[in-house]
Nanobody, 121 residues
Framework: QVQFVESGGGLVQPGGSLRLSCVAS????????LGWYRQAPGKQRELVAT???????NYKDSVQGRFAISRDYAKNAVSLEMNSLNLEDTAVYYC???????????????WGQGTRVTVSS
């Protein structure tokens, strides 16, 4: 019901930067919160950063001050600027969208297919 186009993952050295981008689309009544989750090998998926439809942001403690999330409301797009990357940031990053498919259905969570970020020297 929601299609995602994710981009920006790759290999970067410690201390480097990357920018992830995601555009969400589909037969959706309305998008609400957009954001990014990540899953490292052998670990559970965890929230990295989210931004609500009113612009409120939420960050995982360990990325606060290093990552910045932004949103283009007209394009249903969300980006994540990642700076001062370290080895612990290595993971598959998943674009996230909370949306309603119709005006009366409940909000549902959707995730993209993921883009890999590898921090290595």
């Amino acid at each position: 019901q929601v299609q995602f186009v994710e981009s920006g993952g790759g290999l970067v050295q410690p201390g480097g930067s990357l920018r992830l981008s995601c555009v969400a689309s589909g037969r959706i009544y309305r998008f609400y919160t957009l954001g990014w989750y990540r899953q490292a090998p052998g670990k559970q998926r965890e929230l990295v950063a989210t931004i609500t439809s009113s612009g409120d942001t939420n960050y995982k403690d360990s990325v606060q001050g290093r990552f910045a999330i932004s949103r283009d409301y007209a394009k249903n797009a969300v980006s994540l600027e990642m700076n001062s990357l370290n080895l612990e940031d290595t993971a598959v990053y998943y674009c996230y969208a909370q949306a309603r498919t119709t005006q009366t259905t409940p909000r549902v969570d959707f995730w993209g297919q993921g883009t890999r970020v590898t921090v290595s020297s």
